[in-house]
């Protein structure tokens, strides 16, 4: 009986840290006007340092946010990213442009605000 429910236990552990490796670290990002309001069709682009962020180099991932104003990335590395995002004359820079702090193994949620 007790090696019955050792070996439950034991499998149960097991699953349970498996399932936890299977979750990539990803952000699932919202891009908002200064009204609210969500905003389709903004290319969003994230960079691994502040340097290739100012001279918009080498980014790491990049796409526009759908119907929804969202867009999202995964498979990402435990850095401190910089995110461009930009429609026409609006963007997100001098506010919100470094994520930070992203947990590892789960699914980050981020607004960014873009004005002119």
Do not use: C, H, W
Request: proline fraction near 2%; charged fraction near 25%.
């Amino acid at each position: 009986m007790k090696t019955k429910i050792y070996s439950l236990f034991v499998i149960l552990f097991l699953l349970s840290s498996f399932t936890v490796q299977l979750i990539p670290t990803s952000v699932k990002l919202t891009v908002r006007n200064g009204l609210g309001s969500v905003e389709k069709d903004v290319t969003v682009t994230l960079y691994a340092n502040k340097e290739d962020y100012e001279k918009s180099t080498n980014p790491v991932a990049g796409g526009k946010t759908d119907a929804k104003g969202q867009i999202y990335f995964q498979d990402l590395k435990e850095l401190n990213y910089y995110v461009s995002a930009e429609k026409g004359d609006k963007n997100n820079f001098g506010a919100g442009e470094k994520l930070e702090n992203l947990e590892l193994n789960k699914v980050n949620k981020v607004t960014l605000i873009i004005s002119e």
